[in-house]
Nanobody, 127 residues
Framework: QVQLVESGGGLVQPGGSLRLSCAAS????????MGWFRQVPAKERECVAG????????YYADSVKGRFAISRDNAKNTLYLQMNSPRPEDTAVYYC????????????????????WGQGTQVAVSS
């Protein structure tokens, strides 16, 4: 079992920056692909970014390309999401997720692909 705990959410101004963290425990996630999802009320959870367990492959939703950056530190068992130039439409609850990956380059971007989820952290972008 893997437990995931997100942190770093809060209120940020448009054009500012925020870094989310996801600490994993229970098992090392060095062989797990991981991702960040977000959800707003009445909408489906959407993948914001995904990363392979090696860190060499990434996926970004078109809406965040060039603004957000996903990274991981396997030694610290931690996943990050650097949010630069956030917009009001980025306001959501952000979740991290993990999945055992067969290949070091595998990246997943569908909700159903992931096995483990954190409890979420709220991000609000507003002036």
């Amino acid at each position: 079992q893997v437990q995931l705990v997100e942190s770093g959410g809060g209120l940020v101004q448009p054009g500012g920056s925020l870094r989310l963290s996801c600490a994993a425990s229970g098992r090392t996630v060095s062989s797990y692909a991981m991702g960040w999802f977000r959800q707003v009320p009445a909408k489906e959870r959407e993948c914001v970014a995904g990363i392979s367990w090696s860190g060499g492959s990434t996926y970004y939703a078109d809406s965040v390309k060039g603004r957000f950056a996903i990274s991981r530190d396997n030694a610290k068992n931690t996943l990050y999401l650097q949010m630069n130039s956030p917009r009001p439409e980025d306001t959501a609850v952000y979740y991290c997720a993990a999945k055992i990956a067969k290949y070091s380059f595998s990246v997943y971007y569908t909700e159903g692909a992931y096995d483990y989820w954190g409890q979420g952290t709220q991000v609000a972008v507003s002036s």
